[in-house]
Structures are given as C-alpha cells and as structure tokens.
C-alpha cells in the first residue's frame, strides 16, 4: 500500500493496526546517497566502523521505508502480510528547513529503478527528530498565548502609508457590501501582513477576521473573513490554533510511525540493515551521538529485538549452502531444496505477491527480507511460526559487510562486540611504480595476503597465514625498499600525526613570521636529517640519516633496531686513542670487534631475556598508541559505500 501526506492521515490507524497484531516486522529504506569521504577500512572495529558511518547518516536523506507486518493467520494456517511504502520528504514548515547532501550514483540507480522524484517532493511526508518536536511543540504553545495579549503598536513608515491605506479602504468596501463571506489580499510581504494585521485590530477589531494561508501554489496571502457575532470571533481564534496544531502533527509526520514500531518492541528484522537502522534513529529519534557505547545504549533501547538476515545467512547452517547473501540471490537460493519458500498472501491492496517484482520499492524489499527470514527459519525449527528460541542466537546483531572476513562480522547491540587480533596486519610503504603483483611477489613466501591500497605508495596488508606474522616482520626489517609497520602502531601513530599537523598549523600560522629565529630554534620540534620532526613519547618508524645516528628499523615487536647492514660511524683517530687508554683491546677484524663465542645455553639465555624485554617494550607502546588513538577528538567523516545492489 503506497502512502503520501495525501493520505497519511487516514491510512495511520491501518498501520497502527498491523504492527500491533503482527509478530513480527520487517522494515527497508531508501536513501539519496550511501557514502561521503573516507571509505570504510576492512580492518576497523565495530567501533571505528561506526564512526565511520555517523556522519554519512546525518547527512543523507531517508526518502523512502517499507514496512511489512507479517500476522499470523489462524485459520489458514500461515502468514499474511501487510505492507506500507511511506514516501517520505522533510517540510521546512512549521519544522525547520532541511539541508541534506546527494550522491548522484545512488540517485542514477533510483531513477533506473522507476523512483518517482516528483511524487517524492510534492506528496512525500514530513517527518522531525524527538528534540525538534518537543522544542517547536513549546514555541507553538507560548506563541498561542501571545494571541490575547496586546502588541505594541508598529508606526507604519511613509513608503508603506499608501498601500495599507489601500488595503483598508478594500476591506471596508468587503463589510459594507455584506455580498461574500471572505476576501483574500495577495502581494503582501511578511512586514506588510504585520502591520495589516496590527490595522484590522485597531479600525475593524468587531468587523472581521484576519488570517494567514498559504496556497496551493505555495504563496501566502492573508483571509479576511465576516464576523457575524461575538461567538463568530472566538470560534475563528479556536479554529485558527486548531489549524496550527494540524499543521505540527502533519510536520511530525512519519515519525509517529517510528515511535509506534519502536514501542511495539516486536522483532523487527532487515536485510543487511546497519543504515536502516542509523537512519532510523537519527532522523526519526535523535541524533546520532558520536560515543559509541551511548550509541549501542541507544540503538538497543529504542529497538530491543533486532535481527539481521545477512547476519543470519553468513552462519551455519545457512553459510555453506548459500553462494551469495545479496537480496535477490538468497531469494533464488531459498527457493531451491533444501529450502523452500513459505505462503505469505495478503489482502489486495494491503500486500505483496511474489510476481509483483518491485525491486529497490522499499515496501517490496521489505516483503522479499520477510520471505527470506520464513525460509531460513523453517529450516532451522518445525513448524511455520516464527519461535523465539530458533532466532535468539541472531537477535541484535548487525551485520559488518566491509570487516566480516576479518573477523569483525557484526555489531553487538545487547553484549560487547567481536575484538579480533590485528597482529596479522601491517601498515605497508612501497615504491610508487609498485602494482598490486609486486606486493603479491613480496609476500609470496607467506601465503595469500589481504591489501587494502590507502595511496599510490601506502597499503595494508593482511596475511592469511597469522602465524608467519613475527617471521615477515624480521625478514623485512633491512628490506631497502619497502617498510613494513605494525597494524597498532600505524593507528597510533596515525592519529597522533593528525594531531600534531593540528597543533602545527594553529600556532605556525600565527606566530612564526614574528619571531626571531632563536625563538623559532627553542619552540620548533627537532628533526631528524630527512625533516621529519622527532617527539620522546614516539618514535619515528625509520631515519635516513647518513650521518652520527646509525639507521634504525622497527622489528615485529616495536622495537627499535640498528641495522646491521650499514656499519655505524668510524670515529676520529683521536678519540679512539681516548677511548682505548687504560683498557685491553680485543682483536679486530675487518674494523670489527671480534666477539668471543658463547654457549648454546647463554645464546639461549639471552634471546630468552631480550624475547621478554622486546614483549614489554611492544606493550608499553600499544598502551601508548591506544591512549593517543582514543584521546583524539578526530572523527571519521565518510559513510558506508556499497554496491548498487541488494546487498
């Protein structure tokens, strides 16, 4: 059933009617874009994905949902469905008016899809978050009561003498006629409707009527309308604030449907539904808040019993059985042994059939998710109606298309959520000529590898077989080429770059020009030979210096390590003579100190205690990158981007 602001407001005790008889409730929306900036990373947390997505959320329009109640049908035994597809369109009156962002990819897939924009814009409802209503619900309220009280009196200034003038002698000739019951005065700007108004009050307060309308064509223009009695003025004034209160509950529109699925606390089900559902709540609840904990608080609170069927289809015993979870293939797949798909009829007018085929009409989306959910459920229990034990394992988690093959399928909405080991993954930089089949080359000795390019000259990297992790790291540590970083440490040193570049560029753009360069000398970081400025809480990942400071990598625990390649600077005759006074000089060959060999059981001994000492060095600087990665007040600001299908 299609409904507009046409027929919202007769069609809301429908909808009201079917979520409260269904068992459950399956919604899918329709949005102007999916992504905006940065991409999601396939190696982020439940957390930074988030994140991620929170500011595409707010930006974005929802244009469409579909709900469908699917009830229990006694009698025959099986489900019906009831199906809604809301168009929905912000107003910017009485509520405030909408800025929203556009993707013109996700527009293009829309319009090939048969979506009507015009209907959209013209007949879609209004809808406002919870703070916006209670705030324009009080002003409406005070500004009511304002009606009875005097107003000061506005002096009419000289160039608009005139035309009030004009519109008064109109109105007169309107009451001395007594032919019409009303009159409309067109043309005026909102300072000339005041002082009219302020006029009709002062010269015709007992005679007639003033009020403001906007027409079909959207221009205001003010009624003037026939007192007949005393009683006459006061059921004009009632009707007036009437008018007013309608207009607000039409401004607040699709968000009473929001807040009746949400009260409900029904199974809400849909596919692949992690923006269905931040979209939901930010544009029909709140907004979005940036704390991930008060988010999943939030989330779970509003909609209690969540359930993705992507999620669903991604474990056993669904896992292996189905090729693909986008929408349209797992409708296929479950429609084929050892599946079947179940009986869902619905009432003309009310439903979808299956030969319907309204691919991407949110309120078929909708229906199809539904169908899908029945199929797997009849797989795993007996019978046809929907039992609470079959679907709690699946209950409030989203599901993470970008992160689930690495081990961060989901969303933990009611319990804490997957935290999979990083030590796999590295931060890589290479030659800028380097493609794709050189990093293969690289790694070829490691097994298959995982790469996510950042830029033409940094990628990560994540290898299938996590147990040559340590092994990689060492055989890469005097690679001249390429260098090779730790997962954790990239994020903390990534974060802390930011901020740094922040700090630099407040108090560098500023102050620099004016200060002499031994002010600049005292207050500007040191630097390393190559320019990179150097801090003592973190170290640098490489220097490339040539001279006093040997080169230095990172090995696999963090640690910093001379290489060994490059000998380390030869020091002046004069000091070595200093240097070698009072004390035996062991044999040199070749320039190097000849080291007297040790015991299997010492070199043992000692790679034992250097292991340890690197474990403890490796986690004070995990602990430090974590601090600087969580005290950073940078958010991500790019939203989810999918492919243009069912997904």
């Known amino acids: 059933m299609e409904i507009t602001r046409k027929n919202f407001k007769e069609s809301l005790p429908l909808v009201e009617d079917s979520i409260n008889k269904a068992d459950f409730l399956v919604i899918d929306t329709e949005f102007t874009g999916l992504s905006k900036g940065r991409d999601v990373s396939i190696f982020d947390t439940p957390q930074e994905y988030y994140l991620t997505l929170l500011n595409g959320s707010s930006e974005f329009l929802l244009i469409q949902f579909g709900l469908c109640a699917f009830v229990w049908d006694e009698d025959k035994q ?136 906007v027409l079909e064509n959207k221009n205001r223009v003010l009624k003037v309308s026939r007192i007949t009695s005393s009683a006459d003025v006061k059921d004009k004034d009632n009707l007036k604030k009437e008018k007013e209160w309608e207009e607000f509950e039409e401004a607040v529109g699709f968000s009473k449907v929001a807040r009746m699925i949400s009260q409900s606390e029904k199974l809400v089900i849909g596919h692949n539904m992690v923006l269905d559902v931040l979209h939901t709540l930010n544009h029909f609840f709140q907004p979005l808040p940036s704390d991930y904990p008060t988010f999943k608080e939030f989330a779970h609170c509003m909609f209690p019993r969540l359930l993705d069927t992507k999620y669903m289809s991604s474990l056993p015993p669904f896992k292996d059985k189905v090729n693909s979870s986008v929408l349209p293939h797992l409708l296929l797949t479950l429609s084929e042994p050892p599946f079947s798909l179940p009986v869902a009829d619905c009432v003309d007018g009310r439903g979808y059939k299956q030969k319907d085929e309204k691919a991407h009409e949110a ?17 795993l229990a007996r019978g046809s109606r929907v039992a609470d034990a079959a679907v709690r394992p699946y209950l409030n988690k989203l599901y993470l298309a970008r992160t689930a093959h690495q081990d961060s399928p989901y969303i933990n909405l009611a319990g804490p959520d997957p935290s999979p080991s990083r030590d796999h993954v590295f931060h890589l930089t290479f030659p800028k000529e380097w493609q794709r089949n050189d990093l293969n080359q690289l790694f070829s000795a490691y097994g298959q590898i995982t790469v996510q390019f950042l830029d033409d000259t940094s990628a990560l990297v994540a290898l299938s077989r996590r147990d040559l992790a340590k092994s990689v790291a060492r055989a890469f540590a005097h690679n001249k080429r390429v260098q090779l970083q730790p997962y954790y440490i990239y994020k903390g040193h990534n974060k802390m770059a930011s901020q740094e570049r922040r700090e630099d560029s407040w108090v560098g753009r500023d102050k620099l020009v004016s200060r002499t360069p031994e002010q600049v000398a005292r207050t500007t970081p040191a630097k390393s030979t190559n320019g990179t400025p150097t801090t003592p809480e973190v170290k640098r990942p490489r220097s490339n210096s040539s001279g006093a400071v040997p080169t230095r990598k990172r090995t696999s625990s963090g640690v910093f390590q001379v290489e060994e390649s490059e000998p380390p600077p030869k020091r002046t005759e004069a000091a070595r003579s200093r240097s070698e006074e009072g004390r035996k000089t062991p044999e040199e060959v070749n320039g190097r100190k000849e080291v007297p060999a040790k015991s299997e059981k010492e070199v043992a001994k000692r790679e034992k205690k250097i292991s340890k000492s690197e474990m403890e060095i490796a986690k004070s600087i995990e602990k430090k990158a974590i601090e600087v990665f969580e005290a950073s007040n940078t958010q991500c600001v790019a939203a989810f981007q999918e492919s243009d299908s069912w997904d």
């Open 78 to 213: 099986h489900y019906m469905n009831e199906a809604y597809n809301f168009y929905l369109f912000p107003r910017g009156r009485p509520g405030p008016e909408k800025i929203f962002l556009c993707q013109s990819s996700s527009l293009d897939f829309l319009a090939a899809q048969g979506f009507d924009f015009n209907k959209l814009i013209r007949e879609g409802i209004s809808y406002m978050t919870e703070p916006m209503e209670t705030k324009l619900r009080e002003n409406l309220t005070e500004r009511q009561k304002s009606y009875s009280v005097e107003k000061d009196v506005i002096t009419i200034p000289e160039e608009n003498k005139s035309q009030i003038d004009t519109i008064c002698q109109n109105i007169r000739k309107f009451i001395d006629k007594k032919e019409e019951d009303s009159m409309e005065i067109d043309r005026c700007n909102a300072f000339i409707r005041r002082l009219v108004f302020q006029e009709v009050r002062l010269r015709f307060k007992d005679e007639v009527f003033v009020e403001s309308i």
């Open 363 to 379: 309120g078929y989306d909708a229906y199809i998710t539904g169908l899908c959910f029945l199929a797997m459920h009849a797989h």
